[in-house]
């Protein structure tokens, strides 16, 4: 078998099993994925716990397809003996996509011992873990599903404002963008991605001129200007003097100010002298005179009684704010007032992404989460961004985030419960905000994370929530495809829709051998973007309308989850296949015969 060919080729996909280690929402969403959009057999194994043995049942029913309930492999670690009995020796490709690191590359390396030339596929979270293991295991796809979901995240939260990049593999620079946007001086467009005037954006659509979402080449990602921040002398000021603090102050000052000038007025003295005056006397220095007038009298009195009172409580205020202040420095959270920011709340692993990828783009973001230990509480404190530890489901959190005066509100958390309950109480302490007129209050845009794709769908409708998504349902089709083939490259979501860029070779005497490359593409399902000769580092970019597709031809095309999988039988090599003839550049040009269908 050619290195290039995969492993998922060599058989009608009907007689291929794949397997399928995890519990999770991925894991469930890849089982329906594999069976229904490529109608290969799946095998389930799940790891269980004494502590839900009683519920294997009910989590087994979970993984049920259209084409039935695929075969289910129980067990409470993932030893050589449950992977031996899922079949992986025999399977075309074993996913491990479990939320725990550790125990995914455990499980790839056992099963790389049992079956060296089984293709894997695990889902890891850390980048640096998942370059080494990578390289270790052969033919493996390393996959994080944060990673492939948290560019709809930000997109969603930015209202689509922002682009995706895709860098492929020789090094070439991708990145969506809306059409009005593109200067035909800098930018070429690729290809339209899709028509989102609609209800629902038409992907890949046959009248490329239409689409005003589209791909072009880029030659570098823009430099973004971090946002402006006041000098560090303001910024601790503010961060010593509180609200509190400065009302006190404020009033302090008016009383000595009042005072100084009726002290001037019956004493006939300058102002400077007269606050001198009222300043000793509110500080209790004060001598009682007799003979002194009735009003400066009543100063006198008012001063005294009113020291007496505001002296300890500005004490009590300025202790107050710099033991905030100390805290609130130590532990990484607000220590500014803070305007059109994103408030994240959740930092596990795709709040992590979106968290690094709003950064990367200069967007102020405050970071939530009710544990210290979430994973994303490092990451926000390294890249100095505001940390509040709290339950995000109190409107008191909510305020301390500065919800009132936020651009967008992203919940992330892994529990539907908490994210709805989050996103419709920062909705309620955005609009009951009192800082700013109601003319000028524009709505809170909310983003939220839901398991259930239909859930999300309905509660986007229903509840008015702006954007909601599903990890599983953007993630599920980039691990489907890595199962397959060798040949996703990257993802592109176009609202729900997830479009895989893919790199196909052109197998000998496959059915797209001698062929053109208009024959490739299907509007709606398949669009060619680039072609790779058998020339080391040559990416056709403006494609030959005349010139055959011969099979030292590698094709990088933009496909739906159901046109990569009608594309890829096409490109099966043929056992068959006559050597390839030694013909000049110049024959390559003439047109190629065609079948009589």
Not at 86 to 105: C, K, P, S, T
Not at 217 to 226: D, L, S, T
Request: glycine letters at 8%; one cysteine or more; proline letters at 6%.
């Amino acid at each position: 078998m050619s290195e290039d060919t995969p492993q998922s080729a060599t058989a009608e996909p009907a007689r291929q099993r794949f397997v399928v280690c995890g519990d999770g929402a991925v894991a469930r969403r890849l089982t329906t994925e594999l069976a229904d959009r490529y109608g290969v057999a799946v095998t389930v194994v799940l790891p269980v716990s004494d502590k839900h043995v009683s519920d294997v049942a009910d989590v087994a029913a979970e993984f049920t397809t259209a084409e039935g309930q695929p075969e289910i492999v129980t067990a409470r670690r993932l030893t050589g003996e449950v992977l031996d009995q899922a079949g992986v020796r025999e399977a075309a490709a074993v996913a491990f996509v479990g939320a725990d690191d550790v125990m995914n590359v455990d499980a790839a390396m056992i099963t790389r011992e049992l079956a060296p030339e089984v293709r894997l596929v695990v889902r890891l979270f850390n980048p640096v873990l998942g370059e080494g293991v990578a390289a270790m295991l052969g033919d493996c796809a390393v996959l994080s599903g944060s990673e492939i979901a948290a560019p709809a995240f930000v997109a969603a939260t930015l209202g689509d404002a922002t682009p995706t990049y895709l860098r492929l593999p020789e090094g070439e620079l991708l990145r969506t963008a809306m059409r009005s946007d593109v200067d035909p001086a800098e930018a070429d467009v690729v290809c339209g991605l899709a028509r989102t005037t609609g209800p629902e954006p038409v992907v890949l659509p046959a009248d490329q001129d239409s689409a005003d979402l589209v791909l072009v080449r880029a030659y570098g990602r823009p430099r973004v200007q971090p946002p402006r921040r006041r000098p560090r002398l303001f910024r601790a000021l503010g961060l010593v003097f509180s609200r509190n603090l400065r009302l006190a102050l404020a009033g302090t000052a008016a009383l000595l100010t009042a005072a100084s000038v009726l002290l001037a007025y019956t004493r006939s003295v300058n102002l400077a002298e007269a606050f001198y005056l009222a300043l000793l006397t509110t500080m209790g220095g004060a001598e009682a005179d007799s003979g002194a007038a009735l009003i400066e009298k009543v100063t006198a009195v008012v001063l005294v009684t009113t020291g007496v009172a505001l002296l300890p409580t500005v004490t009590a205020l300025v202790v107050d704010s710099l033991v905030r202040a100390r805290l609130a420095v130590a532990a990484g959270g607000m220590t500014e007032s803070i305007d059109d920011h994103v408030v994240l709340v959740g930092l596990g692993n795709i709040g992590t992404r979106v968290l690094e990828e709003l950064h990367a783009f200069g967007i102020p973001v405050v970071a939530v989460d009710r544990t210290e230990s979430a994973r994303g509480i490092g990451v926000a404190r390294e890249l100095g961004l505001p940390v509040i530890v709290g339950d995000a489901t109190r409107l008191e959190t909510l305020r301390a985030a500065s919800v009132h005066t936020c651009r967008a509100l992203v919940v992330l958390t892994a529990d539907d419960v908490t994210n709805l309950e989050t996103a419709l109480s920062g909705r309620s302490v955005h609009e009951t905000d009192q800082g700013r007129p109601e003319a000028t209050r524009a709505p809170l845009r909310v983003v939220l994370r839901l398991f259930d794709d239909g859930f999300a769908k309905r509660t986007q409708r229903i509840l008015g929530i702006n954007e909601s998504r599903s990890v599983s349902s953007l993630a599920a089709p980039a691990f489907a495809a890595a199962m397959v083939g060798r040949q996703v490259i990257d993802t592109v979501s176009v609202g729900r829709r997830v479009l895989l860029v893919a790199e196909l070779p052109v197998g000998a005497g496959s059915e797209l051998e001698g062929r053109y490359y208009g024959d490739v593409t299907r509007p709606g399902g398949v669009w060619v973007i680039a072609m790779r000769t058998g020339r080391a580092g040559q990416t056709i970019w403006s494609l030959p309308e005349r010139r055959p597709l011969v099979r030292t031809d590698r094709l990088i095309v933009l496909a739906t989850r159901a046109g990569l999988a009608a594309l890829l039988p096409r490109t099966v090599p043929s056992p068959d296949a006559r050597p390839l003839p030694d013909v000049s550049p110049l024959r390559l040009l003439a047109p190629a015969p065609r079948d009589a269908g």
